[in-house]
């Protein structure tokens, strides 16, 4: 099931032969990637959806539902270790995440076998107050029907989709702040 969602995920979709980009993108390809990836794409189709419940889990197997999460507004983030645009979007998330004012939910799109790197993996790349939720299933791109990462869902505090993005985004400036104020 993960290969076909894999193989639908196109904005970070593994190339093969020389090309192919490593299991994890390193630190230079992070900073070298832009903040805003051209193609992001805002979506507001589903504007007023109520939040899917979902269930993610840690590497320890902590589990986090998704409908217990109401009551702030709440950015759900789908990424991953081997996406360069992802990372590029890391720090600002965490910035986001630890003012305190929206939730920023965190979702490794990762195979299983690299559960146990996620959470060292973040704090390696400035997302200390990002949780590293896991998602190896595919679960949520799935739901959302996911076909770039990274992808952005954007809820109110009652939990209804106000608008997503598909695409790298610069989550520090004026644009995202604007969009980040929407209800």
């Known amino acids: 099931m993960m290969a076909t969602i894999a193989a639908g995920i196109a904005g970070c979709d593994r ?4 090309d192919k980009q490593p ?4 630190a230079s390809a992070a900073n070298s990637a832009a903040p805003e990836a051209e193609g992001a794409a805002l979506d507001r189709s589903h504007k ?6 979902l269930t993610f889990k840690d590497a320890a197997g902590k589990e986090i539902n998704t ?8 950015l759900i983030n789908l990424w991953a270790t081997w996406c360069g645009p992802c990372i590029a979007e890391l720090p600002a ?33 400035g997302g200390e107050a990002l949780e590293p939720w896991l998602d190896p299933e595919g679960t949520a791109a799935t ?5 770039t990462l990274p992808a952005s869902i954007y809820y109110d505090a009652q939990g209804r989709e106000v608008w ?16 980040l104020a929407e209800q």
């Open 48 to 53: 007023g959806s109520q939040l899917p419940v």
């Open 93 to 125: 998330l965490n910035k986001l995440a630890a003012g305190g004012k929206i939730r920023v939910l965190t979702v490794s799109q990762d195979s299983e076998s690299a559960k146990t790197k996620v959470a060292p993996f973040l704090r390696a790349r």
């Open 143 to 147: 739901q959302w029907q996911v076909s």
């Open 164 to 179: 997503r993005i598909n695409g790298g985004k610069d989550w520090a400036g004026a644009e995202a702040a604007a969009l």
């Open 15 to 18: 190339q093969s032969g020389a």
């Open 67 to 74: 409908a217990g999460l109401k009551g702030k507004p709440l």
């Open 23 to 26: 299991p994890e993108a390193s």
